[in-house]
């Protein structure tokens, strides 16, 4: 049996906002598999439990660049330290400019990326003497690039903190906005279900069949009431199944609203600034003291 750490149960309850004393259990019952333990608390708890793939958890800004003929882009995530950061002209600029050079080199990764020259130096010097410059660390963290099979459109909501890139065809450009901000609002994880992980489809059944265990229902039903579940699910996730955020009679999905308008995404790019990355925490008390502690011993 694995050791329960105080540290583990912490970490689950930031994970899932779940009660410390289900936390505990949920890591005992899974024998300290993290993965496992968010899945059984799904199970007890229901979905509230489980809110680790959309936290935004640290900062920085989505810096996205058109070519003008809207066929060339490429979308960008930068992080830093703090929001402050975010905020500073020169951070921005330097993450726009970014997005630029990577829609016209097309980079195969970051470190190829941060050997390009900007402005007469690479992008990893030019990210260093920011740096000294701001005073915190900065990191580009991924990007995507867009040759366009139709138009390119973008959408910048927050002050940065989400972007997105989306390749339509057909329609007309207030459609193909109303579209970006749809992707903005509702966060699906893929165009259509052939684009969903089967992983994904996995877990909800699994997770849909021990829930109906648990409520008591029939054996034989099981199967029935995951599938229809991993049904609801798709809609849910899937930018086609989604209804239109802005549709008046609140049933529209986007693939009927595409298909009325002749139009289809062929492909788009969502960023969250930090979804997925642990937050720095501050103990400002601790970090008062150990600046005085240092200044001490010098």
Known sequence: ??????????????????????????????????????????????????KAA?????????????????????????????????????????AKALAELVARNNPADVAVLSGLTLNGATVESTRTALVGKIGENLSIRRFA?????GKLTSYIHGGAKIGVLVDMSGGDDALAKDIAMHIAASKPKALDVSGVPADLLDTERRIAIEKAREAGKPEAMLEKIAEGTVQKYLKEVTLHGQVFVKAEDGKQTIEQLLKAKDASVVAFELYVVGEGLEKRSNDFAAEVAAQAAAAAAR
């Open 54 to 94: 959309s936290r935004v958890a640290a900062e920085g800004i989505v810096g996205i660049h058109i070519a003008p003929d809207a066929k060339l882009g490429a979308i960008i995530e930068v992080n830093c330290e703090t929001d402050f950061v975010a905020k500073n002209d020169d951070f921005q600029a330097f």
């Open 1 to 50: 049996m694995a050791e329960i750490t105080a540290s583990m149960v912490k970490e689950l309850r930031e994970k899932t906002d779940a009660p410390m004393m289900e936390c505990k259990k949920a890591l005992t019952e899974a024998d300290g598999d993290m993965a496992k333990a968010e899945e059984i608390l799904r199970v007890k708890l229901g979905n509230k439990a489980s």
């Open 145 to 149: 690039r867009f040759e366009a099979k």
